[in-house]
């Protein structure tokens, strides 16, 4: 059989699995009035909690990325018969399953609470549109996971609370891990556009495609998108803002936690297919079609145990250079970026803050050579608490310096403002005091869910999450965070705002602080 009439059946096939798996979710006595018209086919949602939210689950943006699609950019979505319920969320894609506190500070309510599957590429929508001709505007969320989990329909990111403010939400899935971002010289050579890799950013892409053209039936704006993402998703809006395949489908960028370092390094295309040369051999598998036949759990099991991690690389498609580069030569997606970080980003290590003086002082030489001995006077550390204090004051100017050495580098050739801040309110949590501001701690707070998760909260977490919460969806609106009633928050290179008990626009760091950090960048 030749390949064309290989992949021909097997679209075929494909169409008839997941007709007869849609079936089985449609209900041909269905209220006519509640059906929703997108281009798979008729669907309709469930009630929210409140009124007047829609939620639409589990509603696949592509085909199932399986066989011979497995390791391939994403293809479009298969058509369906009869009325799919959207009221289950789809599978996560295939990643290590955490039931328990094994992640600590990261809780069940960060974890994936389904199954997993290769058949994942699925999106979640909530809206409060009561007519399809409101144009709301539309966020979509891009899952954090270390590009290795992680799901759209994880519990903190439920959308109803932010969609009570006027704003279609959206969550998306995208393969992780291996079957994410596996590269191989035989991937390149098949593909059309000689590139292999970056299929989870590429599934991340469709979904932006896939709302551009139906999101309009949910009341939603397809002139108005706001990606957002924190952790490995905030790396991802990056990586959008820089693409030239994302260009046009979105309008604003939403990055938490970082990253914004111009001195961070993207492992090139071919250093990735070494890699993945070396994982087949380590399998002494002698062909893609051969890798293309292992189960997606026993490739899952493998790459870990081996210890094999792939991540997004410069492949010349849909990443051409450095995002820092980009950016310099003015080549990127110009939309206006709301980005900040957290105040204790490392507290989930183990030495975070609890460096002895010669480790700190170790550190400090390793780290900062000729400016060794400023380094010395900026944070001393002569007793225990002294490098306490001075460990934690040390990592968070880093991140104010990249923050602003972002925060400047990208004025220098785009158009559109950026807004920058700094979250430092500790999450209430009595057992775990040492985790502080950690990373991700803000994301309940802006999707006004802490009611979904068990911690004494105190009235100025409330408050604060609805002051949060009203900047990102007027920024959402409209680009910009400011707004009636709210204090102002500047778009300048070298302020920020400052979220905490108290709400404040601020300085993101000294002159002598940055002069400091910027004479160590250029001596490495």
Not at 275 to 300: N, P, Y
Request: charged share 20%; hydrophobic share 35%.
């Amino acid at each position: 059989m030749n390949q064309l009439k290989y992949n021909s059946l097997l679209k075929l096939c494909l169409a008839c699995i997941l007709i007869f798996q849609i079936s089985c979710n449609t209900d041909k006595t269905i209220d006519a009035e509640s059906i929703v018209q997108v281009s798979n086919g008729q669907l309709t949602g469930i009630a929210g909690n409140n009124k007047p939210i829609t939620v639409y689950k589990g509603i696949p943006f592509a085909a199932p990325p399986v066989d011979n699609l497995r390791w391939q950019a994403p293809q479009p979505p298969l058509l369906w018969e009869g009325v799919f319920k959207a009221d289950e969320f789809c599978k996560s894609c295939v990643q290590n399953l955490t039931r328990e506190y094994l992640y600590l500070p990261w809780t069940k309510e960060h974890m994936i609470a389904n199954d997993v599957d290769e058949d994942c590429l699925s999106l979640n929508i909530w809206t409060p549109a009561t007519k399809t001709t409101e144009r709301l505007p539309v966020l979509i969320y891009i899952h954090g996971g270390a590009y290795t989990g992680g799901s759209g329909e994880v519990l903190l990111y439920d959308g109803e609370g932010l969609a009570k403010k006027g704003v279609v939400v959206v969550t998306i899935n995208y393969r992780v891990g291996i079957m994410g971002f596996f590269t191989h010289p035989e991937l390149t050579a098949e593909s059309p556009n000689n590139s292999s890799g970056n299929y989870g950013l590429l599934d991340q892409i469709a979904a932006l495609q896939w709302v551009k053209e139906n999101i309009t039936a949910f009341g939603g704006n397809p002139d108005n998108v706001t990606i957002s993402g924190q952790s490995a998703g905030a790396h991802a809006v990056h990586v959008l803002t820089v693409s030239p395949l994302a260009k046009g489908l979105f309008h604003n960028a939403i990055a938490q936690s970082g990253p914004w370092s111009n001195r961070g390094r993207t492992t090139p295309l071919g250093e990735y297919e070494q890699l993945g040369t070396k994982f087949a051999d380590t399998l002494d598998v002698k062909s893609l079609a051969e890798l293309r036949a292992m189960s997606a759990d026993e490739l899952h099991t493998k790459s870990n145990e081996y210890n094999f991690r792939f991540r997004p690389n410069i492949d010349g498609w849909l990443l051409t250079d450095e995002i820092a580069n980009i950016y310099a030569a003015g080549q990127q997606n110009d939309v206006p970026m709301l980005t900040g970080f957290n105040a204790d980003e490392g507290s989930s290590r183990a030495s975070y803050g609890k460096l002895t003086i010669e480790e700190f002082n170790i550190m400090g030489e390793n780290n900062y050579g000729e400016q060794y001995e400023q380094f010395s006077k900026m944070y001393p550390a002569t007793t225990d608490e002294e490098v306490k204090t001075s460990q934690l004051k040390q990592s968070r100017d880093a991140s104010f310096a990249n923050m602003y050495n972002w925060s400047t580098a990208r004025a220098k050739t785009g158009k559109s403002n950026s807004y920058t801040y700094y979250f430092e309110r500790e999450t209430p949590w009595p057992e775990y005091p040492n985790y502080k501001t950690f990373h991700s701690s803000e994301v309940p707070y802006v999707f006004r869910n802490q009611h979904l998760i068990d911690r004494p909260w105190e009235p100025i977490d409330k408050e604060l999450s609805e002051l949060m919460s009203d900047y990102w969806v007027n920024f959402i609106t409209t680009g910009n965070p400011n707004g009636e009633g709210l204090a102002e928050w500047p778009a300048q290179e070298s302020k920020m705002m400052r979220f905490s008990e108290t709400l404040k626009a601020d300085t993101i760091l000294d002159e002598d602080i940055m002069s400091f950090y910027e004479a160590a960048w250029k001596q490495k």
